[in-house]
């Protein structure tokens, strides 16, 4: 059975960083495509980033390009996502989710997705 754990999500003041993880058990990442996704209250789930499984190409959306890095270690079964300068319009559960045949920020690509966990950016 495919399980996907998220971790790493907290409180911080705006301009700290984060670094979440994703672990995969009972399913190989190195073979598809890796999204995270983020849903705050009241709001739809939007595309973060997402990494290749191909050729290890990374997509970010416009509102974290170069503050977040997406990264994977096909050794851990883990993919990771740096988050940097955060703001407080960054505050959702951010999500993890894999699957896809290649990557992409539409959630209907992806078949495994993990619970989420909180990020909240407040001073």
């Known amino acids: 059975q495919v399980q996907l754990v998220e971790s790493g999500g907290g409180l911080v003041q705006p301009g700290g960083s984060l670094r979440l993880s994703c672990a995969a058990s009972?399913?190989?990442?190195?073979?598809?495509?890796i999204g995270w996704f983020r849903q705050a209250p009241g709001k739809e789930r939007e595309g973060v980033s997402c990494i290749s499984s191909s050729d290890g190409r990374t997509y970010y959306a416009e509102s974290v390009k170069g503050r977040f890095t997406i990264s994977r270690d096909n050794a851990k079964n883990t993919v990771y996502l740096q988050m940097n300068s955060l703001k407080p319009e960054d505050t959702a559960v951010y999500y993890c989710?894999?699957?896809?045949?290649?990557?992409?920020?539409?959630?209907?690509?992806?078949?495994?997705w993990g619970q989420g966990t909180q990020v909240t950016v407040s001073s």
């Open positions: 989710a894999t699957g896809a045949f290649t990557a992409t920020m539409k959630s209907d690509e992806y078949p495994y």
């Open positions: 009972g399913f190989r990442l190195d073979g598809y495509g």
